[in-house]
């Protein structure tokens, strides 16, 4: 089994307003991820510094799939994590459409249960933009088949609508309300699964340890290859 962890981190901006890194490492660190997609993993100004130093990264029990040289942790905030004996590599840092700078970076990761394609992505704030964006990470996807997972900051505030162009190839996780880590009501946070793989359960972790580090809660799934079911 394979579990992936979705979360905004905010750049490690708690609740109140204190920056903690570490206090978001021990949210992953118990979580138990194999995968980890982070979205606002960057500071935004200047060259975009990591939000989380290696020494915190460490403090995870994972390693970050790194993007290239420099200071940040990913790309247009997105950075993936994985467990240090699991080979993985950047395929592709992608650029998307919209009235926003926004990004998804697609990682290949070759896990015990077969190959993922994980596309670890914050979609935009408003829905036209997150259309194009949608039919962009289709179109850069489509060549890693059936193994494609997306996870990550949808920021689609409706459970009914708004996901079509995904959802007549991808399977939609849903775990729960994210949003606002407070008060939870918006199921901001969610994944899409190719049809190599099925969800064995899915939430969303609320505890000591997430219901301050962040304005958002993580998001979980438990994935096994869709042929042992």
Known sequence: MVRLVSYNIRKAVGLDWRRDP???????????????ALQEADKRLGPRPAA??????????????????????????????VRPDWPARVIDRLPLPGVEPRGALIVWVDTPEGPLTLCATHMGLLR??????????????????????????????????????????????????????SRPVAHLDRF????????????VLRNAATARASDHLPVWADLIPAQTS
């Open 22 to 36: 570490f206090r978001i490492a021990h949210a992953l660190a118990e979580s138990g991820a194999d995968i980890v």
């Open 52 to 81: 989380l130093p290696r020494e915190a990264v460490d403090a995870t029990g994972l390693a970050p799939v790194l993007t290239g040289d420099g200071p940040s942790l990913g790309w247009h905030g997105n950075a993936v994590l």
């Open 128 to 181: 036209p933009s997150r259309l194009l964006q949608m039919a962009a990470i289709s179109a850069a996807m489509e060549a890693h088949g059936p193994g494609t997972v997306i996870a990550g900051d949808m920021n689609e505030w409706s459970r009914r609508i708004g996901f079509e162009t995904w959802t007549e190839h991808l399977t939609m996780l849903d775990p729960g309300p994210s949003f606002h880590a």
């Open 192 to 203: 899409l699964i190719g049809p190599a793989w099925q969800a064995k359960g899915c939430g």
